[in-house]
């Protein structure tokens, strides 16, 4: 688990072939790895990866053909800048939100303008994801904790301030960038338990909750 609260800006250093998948090396930067220890969590662009070799100035993970076909980590080469969280422990301030380093989708950057100090910027999320996406909701993008500040379908709205831009990717982004998109944890969880015991009977085709289930259920009136 993570807060989505990002600690520093790490660099790929390397994307080595490895058996059908990758391996990469990240070199991370001002992020403190003197409690980092083989096998620990550590999100990367807001991919939860695991550690599998430490080096001097950073680590080794392994990337799955999973995690490359459902994340936009597939677009990144070497050089390529990233956001680093390690993952929380009890004492942690939760400052952002509960995020679990697992990729929902990938949306795309459509806008980016000035806002005062701040810069804002319209995403376009998959479609499937639109129905977790509320006003004022949080939202991970690329590791980073975010408010959504508007919401129309599929399309929302991020001002992001001068501190968050500073110390996150977020300033590097343009119009066509592709970035990793995590919804509210307990979004996700509510919808499958509103599901009561159909959760355990194959999906409708067209998937998920529908109004008319809502209905019959008296969650609408």
Not at 58 to 65: I, L, Q, T, Y
Not at 118 to 132: D, G, N, T, W
Request: hydrophobic share 40%; net charge neutral; proline share 3%.
């Amino acid at each position: 688990m993570f807060t989505g609260i990002i600690e520093a800006i790490g660099t790929l250093r390397a994307l080595t072939p490895k058996g059908g998948d990758f391996r990469v090396q990240v070199d991370t930067g001002k992020l403190d790895l003197g409690d980092v220890k083989l096998g620990d969590s550590i999100a990367v662009n807001g991919v939860c990866l695991t550690v599998v070799e430490l080096t001097g100035h950073g680590f080794w993970a392994d990337v799955s053909r999973e995690t490359l076909s459902r994340t936009a980590f597939s677009e990144l080469k070497t050089g390529s800048r990233v956001n680093l969280e390690k993952a929380l422990t009890l004492s942690t301030r939760l400052g952002g939100h509960l995020v679990s380093g697992h990729v929902d989708g990938m949306g795309e950057i459509i806008s980016r303008e000035d806002n005062a100090r701040a810069i804002q910027f319209q995403v376009q999320a998959p479609k499937e994801l639109a129905k977790y996406i509320s006003l004022k909701g949080s939202i991970t993008v690329d590791g980073t904790s975010l408010t959504v500040n508007a919401v129309k379908g599929a399309t929302f709205t991020l001002t992001v301030v001068p501190h968050t831009l500073a110390e996150t990717i977020m300033t590097e982004y343009r119009p066509g960038r592709r970035v990793n998109l995590e919804v509210d944890l307990l979004a996700r969880y509510l919808e499958r338990l509103l599901l009561g015991d159909k959760a355990a009977e194959p999906e409708p085709a067209s998937g998920g909750l529908t109004e008319r289930f809502l209905a019959e259920h008296g969650f609408l009136k």
